[in-house]
C-alpha cells in the first residue's frame, strides 16, 4: 500500500452510544462538575424536555423550549436571559440540528458546557460549525467552543421520528460523508469513517421507514449519522452543501429535504471529477454508479425527488444558481454558473440523474 502524507485535525469528544443510554445523563452531569441544567427543545419536543428534566432531579434548574430552525438571533437572546436568570452552568439539548444549534450559539455566549441528546440524523452535535440567523440572513462559523462536552446518542429517543423526517435526515448525513470523500482536506481518516457512514444508513433507511418500531434499523441509522457528523467535522463542504444552504437560506425550503432531492445531482456534477469518492460510494452502497444508487435510494425511502415539490420553481434557478456560484467552495469539478443552472432543471424536476 502506498500511503500518501496527510493532516488530520482530529478533535475532542465524549461519546456515550446505546439504547438507555440517556439513563446515564445525570451521571454525565455530575462528571462535569455541573449542577444547574437548562433543558432546550424545540416545542414539539417539550415532552421529551421533561423526561430529561426529571432524570436530572435537582440538578435540573430551567427549561427553554423554544429552539427554532436557524437559530435567530432573538431566541438566543431570550434563551441566554432564561439561563442567566435561572443562574445555570451546563446547557442540555434534546433534539435535532436546530435544538443543538441553539446550545451551539449559547456555548459562544457563555463558557458553559453543552451535552447534546440528538434525535435527527443531521450530526450538528459532531461539528464545531454554528449558524445564526440575524435580519433573515444566516451566518456560520467553525468555532471548538461550540462543540459539545458530551454527545449521549439514545436510539430509543428516535423512535418518535416520523418516517417523513427520518428518511431525509438520513439522506442529509449521508450527503456530509459524500462531500467528506472528496474534501480537499479529506483525509484516510475521514475517508474510512464516511465510508462505513454511507454503508451503515444506506443499508438501514428503507427499514427506518418502512418499520419505525425497527430498533435495530434506527441504531444502525443514529450511528451512520454519527459518522457522517465527524466527517463533516474535520473535513470542507463544496457546491452540494453550498447549493443547500443557498436554496434554504434564500427561499426557505426545508433543510433535510433540499439536502436529500440535491445529492443525486451534486454527485452525478462532480462524478467525474472524483472517481476515487465515487468508487467508496459505490462501494458502500453496492451500486455501479453513485447519483444513481442515491437517487434510487431517495425513491425507496418514498422521499421528494424534485425540488418543484418543495415550493421551488423553474423561475426561480438563475437566481438560485448565481447565489450558488458566488464565492464558490472548493469543489472537485469547476464550479460554473451553466453548469449549476443545468444542474437545478434537473433537480426541479426530479428526472433521474443522466
Ligand atoms: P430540526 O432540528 O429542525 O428537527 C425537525 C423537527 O423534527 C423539529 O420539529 C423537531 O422537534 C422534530 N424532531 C426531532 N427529533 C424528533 C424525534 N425523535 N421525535 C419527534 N420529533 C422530532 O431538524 P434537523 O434536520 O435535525 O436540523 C436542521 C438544522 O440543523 C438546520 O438549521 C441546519 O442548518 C442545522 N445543521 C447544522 C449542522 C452543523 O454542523 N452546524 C449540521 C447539520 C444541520
Known amino acids: 500500500m502506498i500511503m500518501n502524507n ?11 452510544f446505546g439504547a438507555g443510554s440517556l439513563q446515564l445523563l445525570a451521571d454525565e452531569i455530575d462528571r462535569l462538575g455541573c449542577k444547574r441544567a437548562m433543558v432546550m427543545t424545540t416545542p414539539e419536543q417539550a415532552t421529551q424536555g421533561d423526561m ?11 427549561a427553554f423550549n423554544n429552539a427554532t430552525m436557524h437559530v435567530p438571533v432573538g431566541v438566543v437572546d431570550q434563551a441566554l436571559e432564561v439561563a442567566n ?37 443531521a450530526g450538528s452535535e459532531m461539528t464545531p460549525i454554528w449558524g445564526l440567523t440575524d435580519d ?21 429517543l428516535t423512535m418518535s421520528l416520523p418516517a417523513f423526517i427520518a428518511g431525509p435526515s438520513g439522506v442529509n448525513a449521508i450527503a456530509h460523508s459524500v ?11 475521514t475517508s474510512l469513517i464516511a465510508e462505513e457512514s454511507i454503508r451503515a444508513l444506506s443499508q438501514c433507511l428503507v427499514q427506518v421507514v418502512e418499520s419505525p418500531d425497527d430498533k435495530q434499523a434506527r441504531s444502525q441509522a443514529l450511528y451512520g449519522a454519527y459518522l457522517a457528523g465527524s466527517a463533516l467535522a474535520t473535513t470542507s463542504m463544496s457546491l452540494h452543501h453550498k447549493l443547500c444552504h443557498a436554496l434554504g437560506g434564500s427561499f426557505n425550503l426545508p433543510h433535510a429535504e433540499v439536502h436529500t432531492i ?26 455501479d454508479d453513485a447519483a444513481q444508487g442515491l437517487y434510487d435510494l431517495n425513491a425507496s425511502i418514498g422521499a421528494k425527488l424534485g425540488l418543484q415539490e418543495i415550493g421551488f420553481t423553474v423561475n426561480d434557478i438563475e437566481k438560485a444558481a448565481s447565489i450558488a456560484t458566488q464565492n464558490p467552495y472548493a469543489n472537485p469539478a469547476e464550479v460554473t454558473y451553466e453548469g449549476v443552472v443545468a444542474l437545478l432543471e434537473d433537480a426541479c424536476e426530479g428526472v433521474r440523474p443522466k
Open 85 to 121: 436568570s435561572a443562574d445555570v452552568d451546563c446547557f442540555v439539548g434534546i433534539g435535532g440540528g436546530s435544538t443543538t444549534g441553539l446550545g451551539k450559539a449559547l456555548a459562544l455566549r457563555s463558557e458553559h458546557p453543552i451535552v447534546a441528546i440528538p434525535t435527527t440524523y
Open 262 to 287: 440535491i445529492l443525486p445531482y451534486a454527485t452525478r456534477y462532480n462524478a467525474a471529477a472524483a472517481p476515487e469518492a465515487m468508487a467508496r460510494i459505490c462501494r458502500a452502497m453496492g451500486t
Open 179 to 189: 462531500e467528506a470523500l472528496y474534501a480537499p482536506d479529506a483525509n484516510p481518516i
Open 136 to 156: 433573515g440572513v444566516k451566518k456560520t462559523g467553525r468555532d471548538l467552543r461550540v462543540l459539545p462536552a458530551t454527545v449521549l446518542y439514545d436510539p430509543d
Open 52 to 62: 430529561v428534566a426529571e432524570l436530572l432531579g435537582d440538578r435540573f434548574a430551567v
Open 6 to 16: 496527510f493532516t488530520y485535525n482530529a478533535l475532542p469528544g465524549r461519546i456515550i
